[in-house]
């Protein structure tokens, strides 16, 4: 599959490798285009698939200059977190009644997007059974389909299909994006960013 | 031990009662004493150690009522979030540099506050067993021998030490807290509330 991944960091760095093992046509897209990144917009135009490993204050410039339609129609599984250092510690720019999965499906109504591995270490992204247990990642957004094509493609990354977690429509990207919070001091608590959450039920 | 539970709700019954079945002296408080509940004043001048298991919007004013004097030196384990369904929707009226915890430790210097059990369903925090699986409660503060009360006091509602998760100081309410919007969602997803979030470490 032709995917563009938007985003030179290592989150980009390390989902674009991953899928290029698996034998997937990547570009990876940075603002200005060098080295073996191209520029978004050449990464968006390619991809038939696209991530959004942008920094998060930096996502909607981003995916601006990838071009409006050259997202439209496309899956953007969106990885970015609202993540503010202005203030000195981490925060949010988002408050509980908005998200930056939501304000992107809304500066960009004709991608398809879905909210997804945002909540782990980009190693655990591409790599889950560095982790033991039934642990999970979450995806939610406006489009059915769309979430089930990245179920496959996560499942190409070794999560199984019963560890993908649907929480609903774009607007559930809150509560993915909000734990980030809790995930900086779990991140404390547990020594460094190698691990996830999974969930127990009855 | 002396027990003063504030707040008259699900969450302050399902904890009084399972606090007096293991042997201990609670008092319920309320805004209006009546019926099995005294004063706030009263449960909380009564209490070694004090729940805020009141409403997060009115948590402050419960505390106010209880009385600076009665709080001071005691552990109080701030049970609440900070819930804002005034714009229909589920909302926190706290954002990412901020939360209930800390405005409580705040407001009420002298008081040794603990955030716990505010991640599940009240079912759930004096009966962990009737979910399986090594899931988890967060505690944060600014006082390690108040979270090692805490702790002892989880004990004995079921809760393991090694799942008795200390992620630091009491700004960390910020993430308990803040998890609350991905709660809702799990809660969605998972079928009901009966639910909690296990850790996966390598």
């Known amino acids: 599959m032709r995917i563009g991944v938007l985003g030179t960091g290592m989150v980009g760095r390390t989902i674009a490798g991953a899928l290029a093992e ?16 191209v520029a978004f917009a050449d990464a968006a135009a390619h991809g038939e698939v696209l991530f959004n490993c942008t920094n998060g204050a930096a996502s909607l410039d981003a995916l601006a200059a990838a071009g409006e339609s050259n997202l439209a129609g496309k899956v953007l599984i969106d990885v ?12 949010l720019f988002t408050s509980s009644t908005d998200s930056l999965g939501e304000r992107i499906q809304h500066a960009f109504p004709a991608a398809r997007v879905v909210k997804a591995l ?16 039934d642990h999970v990642v979450f995806v939610c957004g406006d489009d059915g389909q769309a979430k089930e094509q990245v179920r496959a493609l996560l499942g190409e990354l070794g999560w199984p299909a019963e560890r993908v977690i649907d929480i609903g429509d774009i607007a559930g990207a809150r509560g993915t994006e909000m734990y980030l919070m809790l995930w900086l001091r779990l991140m404390g608590a547990t020594g460094g960013p190698h691990f996830n959450i999974a969930l127990a039920t009855p």
């Open 22 to 37: 698996r034998g997937h046509d990547v570009r990876v897209g940075s603002r200005s285009a060098g080295g073996d990144a």
């Open 80 to 91: 970015a977190n609202p993540l503010d250092f202005s203030g000195g510690g981490p925060a």
């Open 118 to 133: 945002n909540t782990m270490n980009c190693n655990l992204m591409v790599d889950p059974a560095s982790v033991p247990g």
